[in-house]
Every structure is written in structure tokens, then in C-alpha cells.
């Protein structure tokens, strides 16, 4: 019969629980939260319901913090099934002896099972908190339960959880409390309101000295660190909650879902100091004009700080780090380092900065004089137009283009079905600061190019899988970057400590954009500075407003690393090395070039990259082609399939790939003027 009995209770509880799942809304409706690559808070997101419910699990707290908490709210946590029967029994024989509750009995499952669904303080809901925590116990470990505690205790007003309490009342993440500071923390869910610090200070210390007293006479402090403890001044007011990054934290946010923690590539030490200095900068500018920044890691390509702007005013909350603007001369660098790769050229090679006209275009220089005959460096490190120009039309401007596309950037034209034109050398197209500066970052590793990272671990592991691609070569890349490391800074100065630093600054047309772009051997700094509807700001030139800015920043960045080396290839025209003739003079033969025919962009149409294709059957249970589609270029185009050549299709077919299996796979296209198109995809 008991045993029967026993079968019976279990089925029905098992059915209960079965039909009455616990509620975990409140516990799920926590604030997104932002983070830095340690864990450091950057910015939290207060709830739909209005509360600062911050996401914490065990590992973010202290130890002595938990200690004491466990010590004074539950001391059979860890041994007892979600209800304390010793518990109970010592608070149903005091509520007896004294004629009142004196202590309730509840274990900390029981406390999170109110919490999550709070109810009147009845026996009925007693029963009800205990059914939920034997609930949660056979739903959730130990350590997940106390996290829900940490995450959803009250600590007065629209403070939720232990992290929120922590930055709000100590201005610290609850990993650093002292245990006094844990003490107060630890007591202040009994009483959120008589004991709220900040309304009612002396009650917060009278609970918090209570707590440490009783902790030293169990053990659990010792009698110094309690009295430590007692003798730290009790918080009066509330801090703001941390807000660095706002623009990237609010990007990262609306990509995640709701509660998420996610952790961000940005380090908040150096978030703090870069905010400040841009800070120092746009107090300097009229009221309407934005400064961002961007720095980056070369190698990893983490972002490590990202100031969007101010965040106030009447643009600041545009995110100018990744708003498309006309780059001006910052883009410069790339025309001369794709030239050094494609072109007879090579940084002392002289080229004729003379009036020039390239059908009904007549670029001038910033100053509205000419030069004459001068070096490529010479060039690229005054920033001379005409000859930018004049190598750009040797290139061709729709390979410029589809260079920089094909590596990741994403690049507008001002009339975007139209063919690229020789103004591209002078910033003649729409690039954000983020691409812009990962582009120089590209030039800073060897000209390898790499996807920038915002996030970890996800964005990683996803560049980790995509195919490096290449911007230029290591000897282009190196020479820019020489001629860079060489160019005066603005101030006269050198930088800190005498190191290595490679810039170009850059203005747009009608003094719009003003930017620096920068790197040491380790980081890269991009700096953006302007308004964001685009209102012209005479005299702001990059070299006067942006540059000395991205110094400042530099000097903040970790002296690491050494300058780059030559590369094998690199000729070397110092002294006592003459250049091969045939690099010797760039102007050589008839002026322009086929190249800079008006050819529309070549890219590839299908599959488009990043795409995920289905591996069909065609008729006879063969595989079936995947069709391949490309737009713009001039033909006849070649298409490449992981690196092999396709076999050319038959007069008016279409071109078709039949993939030999499931997984990545690296589609290109050339076109006969030598533009590359290419797409990774993913068959399955």
C-alpha cells in the first residue's frame, strides 16, 4: 500500500510539474549587456519593464561575496533539494514560541522562485515557492540557480541583481567588492527599501556591520576583515550605470537577442582614455561638428576602442565610425601601392606633376600650384593630386575599384550604375571610417587583408573559416608604408619615445571630411572629424584637425613591436643603387591608357558571397551545375573555382560549376582589362 502510495505522489508531481512548468519571463527579461574583451561592463540596456536587471552567474562575483551570502540567506544550500525541512521547522516553532514570523524559512531557490513569480506573502504561496524550487532544482545546477538570484534580487528602486547594485551603489563590477562593500550587498535584499544606501545610509550600515560581526563569529571573516569592513564609508548616492561605446554597443545590441551578454573586442581602459581625448578635440570645434575614432590590432584586427561621436546633439547619436564619407586623399595610399604591384613603378621613380587633362577631367593640387618632376614618395607624402591621377588612369579606375571590394570594403559611388572615373584617386567615392581603417590595416600586415572583429567569439571563428585574401602585395605594401613612416608630422614633432608611426591625412571636397589614418607596428588608428549632414567647414583640413588627434591616440597605444622589414623583391634605390631604367621616369610613351576605359565594375551576381547552396541532382541522378552569373567588366570573363580554372562554356551557355562535395568554396571571375570579382560560398 505505501508503495503504492509513494508511485502516486510521484506520478502527480511528475504531471504537475509536467502541466505547471516554472515561469522564467522575469528571469529572461534581463538587459543586454555590453562588454569589453575581460568581462568589464561597457553599457547595459534598461528592461521593457523599466529595471536595471543586469545578467550575472557566479563567476562574476567575488568570493567573499558569496561566501556570505550563502553563509547568512541559505547555509544548506549546496546539501538540501530546493527545500530546507530544518528550515522550515525552526521557523514554524519561533513563529510559535513568539507569536509572530520571525525568520521565513525560505532557501535561496525558494527566494529565486518568488522572484520570479512574485505573489502576497501567504501560505498558500509558501506552497506554491516550494513546489517551484523542487521545480527548479531538478531543472537547473546549483551554481545557474544562484545566478538567477544574482541576476534578479531587488537592491532598491529599479535596481535588480547583484552586478547593477554593485556599479551603481561602488562604481565597480561585483568581482572587486570588499567585504564590506559584499556585506552591504548581501544584506540589502532583505530590506531594499529601509536599507537602500542612498535614502537611508545609516540603516545600510547598521545591517552591513550586523552581517560582518555575525561573519567573523562563524568564520566565515576574519575578526580584521570585518572590522576593515565596518570602517568603510557607506555609499549616499547613485552612480550612472557605465556608458562607453554607445554607438557600438547600441550596433552589437540590435544584432543580438533580447538579455544578451555579449562581449565585445574593445579594451574599456583604452575606450576611457580615447573618449576623453575626443572629447578634448570637439569641445575645440563648433557645436555641430563630430569627431570619431577607430583603433584596431594589425594582426587580430580587433577593434579596440570605437567612438562613434558624442552620442548628444543634434547628429550625435549617427554612428560616424560606420557612415559613408569621401575619403579624399587618405585613399591616395592604395593607388600608388596597387600601382607599385601592377605598374613599372616604384617609390623614387620620378613622375611629371604637370597640368594635366584626362578627356574633360583637369585635377589640380590642394595648394593650385604643380611641381614638376618629383618622386613617388615625394608625391604620395605632399599628397599631390595629378599624379595620383595619373597612375590611377594607368590602373583603371574599375580596378582600383574591384580591388577594394573584392578584400571586403564597401565602396558607393556617387551615381552607383555608373563606370568608376580617375576622381576615385582624389576620394571621389562613399567609405566608412571602419573600412578605411581596416584597409590601412591591410597595408600594415603585408598587405594581407582580414575582416575587422567587434565581437567575440562568433565573428572570430567565422573570419577563422573565410579564406585570407590579399589587398596588395608584401613589397607594395611595404613601400607605401615606408613612404608613409617618412612623412613629417604635422606638428614637427616625433611621435613618443621616438616610435615608428606610418600616416596619411585626408580632406574631401568643399572641406566636408577630415581624416588621419595611421599605424605603429601593432595597432591602427583611424580618426574621422566633420559633420554628419555633410555642411562644408572651411579651412578644417585632415592635417590641421584630424592628424593631431590620431597622435595623441598613438601615444596612448602599447610600444610594441618593431618596424616592418623589406621583403624579398623590394629594390633598393639608396644611395649607390640606381633604378632599372625602365622604372625610372613613370611618363614614358603616349599618356592615359586603354585601362581607364569606361568599363563597369566586375562582380559577381551568383552566388552572391557568403551565400549557402543547396547540392541538387540533375537528370540521371547526376550533380546539377551551379549556375555563375557576373555583372559589369569587360569580356570575354574567366571563371576560377578554388583556384583551378573552369572549362570555358559553349556558345550560348551559361557558365556552370558542378560542385565535387559539401563545404567552402572560393568562386572568382577575370575579365579580359584584368578585374577580379570573387565570392566564398558554402555548398550543402
Known sequence: MLALVAVSLVTAALVA??????????????????????????????????AWRLP???????????????????HRFYRHPGVDPLALARAIAQAVRHGRVVSGGSTLTMQVARLLEPRPRTVGAKLVEMFRA???EARFSKREILGMYLTLAPF?????????????YFDRPPATLTPGQAALLVTLPQSPTKRRPDLAPEAARAGRDALLRRMAAKGVLTRQAAQEGMSEPVPTGRRPLPFLAPHLADRLRRAAPPGSVIASTLDAGLQRRVEALTRDTQSTLEPAAEVAVLVMETGSRKARAYVGGSFTGPFGQIDMVAAPRSPGSALKPFVYGLGFEALPLHPETRINDAPTVFGDYAPRNFDGGFHGLVTVREALQQSLNVPAVKVLDRLGPARFLGRLREVGAQVGLPQPDA??????????????LADLTNLYADLADGGQARPLLLTRPEEGERAARRPARRLMSPVAAWYV?????QTPRPDGRAA??????????GTSYGFRDAWAVGFTPTHVVGVWVGRPDGTPRPGAAGRDVAAPLLFRVVDLLPDRGTPPVPPPGVIDAGPGHALPPALALFDRGAPGSTMAEAVAPLRIAFPPDG???????????????????????RPPLRWLVNGLPLPEPSAGEEAGWVPDGIGFADIAVIDSSGQRAKATIRVR
Open 17 to 50: 510539474d509536467r502541466l505547471f512548468p516554472p515561469d522564467l519571463r522575469r528571469w529572461q527579461a534581463r538587459s543586454t549587456l555590453v562588454t569589453d574583451e575581460r568581462g568589464e561592463v561597457l553599457r547595459a540596456f534598461i528592461t521593457d519593464d523599466d
Open 56 to 74: 550575472m552567474t557566479v563567476a562574476d562575483a567575488s568570493p567573499s561575496y558569496l561566501k556570505m551570502l550563502v553563509a547568512y540567506e541559505d
Open 134 to 136: 523542487v521545480q527548479l
Open 156 to 168: 532598491g528602486g529599479n535596481l535588480e541583481g547583484a552586478r547593477a547594485a554593485s556599479l551603481a
Open 419 to 432: 563606370a568608376p572615373g580617375l576622381p576615385l584617386a582624389l576620394g571621389g567615392l562613399g567609405l566608412n
Open 481 to 485: 608604408a615606408d613612404i608613409l613612416a
Open 496 to 505: 613618443v619615445g621616438g616610435r615608428w608611426v606610418a600616416y596619411k591625412t
Open 611 to 633: 551565400a549557402e547552396v543547396e547540392r541538387a541532382d540533375g537528370q540521371g541522378g547526376t550533380p546539377a551545375p551551379v549556375p555563375l552569373e557576373a555583372l559589369g567588366g
